[in-house]
């Protein structure tokens, strides 16, 4: 067998360190970007998401194109899916298909640590976009964040808006 005949036997792997991975701050979120998809096809995208005490999150959503995926590390974070709320410790794993609405929040006095996986990665951008939207002087509005998700076929679930 020659050269050209071989497969690549060991395909690229990522490895991200602790201190590694883009950050991305929005307000009283961080994220840690672990994998933007560029080492999985774009299957999967991986981000560690720290919630600040008392952290609003996004206005209630649901996506057409991708799951997301919370497993919960550290602290507890509240789950809202239509008009249930769900507290969830660490060791909780929460999966939201496409179509379901939820959001999420942190509304105790200690950080939450999730890890959150987007399958496939396309949202990945989405957390970008706010990023430079904020860094251009726009506040992180429900209305801003709403107009970008859109661009990520996900909507707002109106239906449950407070």
């Known amino acids: ?13 990522s490895v991200v360190g602790p201190d590694d991975g883009e950050t ?9 970007i672990l994998e933007d998809g560029r080492t999985t096809g774009h299957r999967l995208g991986i981000g560690e998401t ?10 209630q959503h649901r996506h057409a194109q ?6 919960v ?12 709320d769900h507290d969830a410790s660490a060791g909780t ?16 006095d200690h950080p939450a640590v999730m890890l959150t996986t987007y399958t496939p990665d396309l949202y990945v951008q989405y957390f970008r976009d ?15 964040t709403i107009r970008t998700m859109s661009h990520y076929a ?9």
């Open 66 to 71: 991708h799951d997301e995926g919370f497993y």
């Open 130 to 144: 706010l990023q430079e939207m904020i860094a251009a002087g726009q506040e992180p509005t429900p209305a801003g």
């Open 93 to 108: 794993l929460v999966m939201v298909p496409p179509g379901a609405p939820h959001t999420f929040a942190n509304p105790t």
């Open 73 to 84: 590390l550290s602290g507890t974070v509240r789950f809202t899916v239509g008009r249930e």
């Open 154 to 162: 996900t909507e707002p679930a109106t239906e449950f808006a407070p």
């Open 1 to 13: 067998m020659t050269d050209q005949q071989v497969p690549n036997a060991h395909p690229a792997i």
């Open 50 to 59: 720290t919630l600040a005490p008392h952290t609003a999150g996004p206005p």
């Open 24 to 32: 991305i701050l929005l307000g009283t979120t961080r994220l840690r």
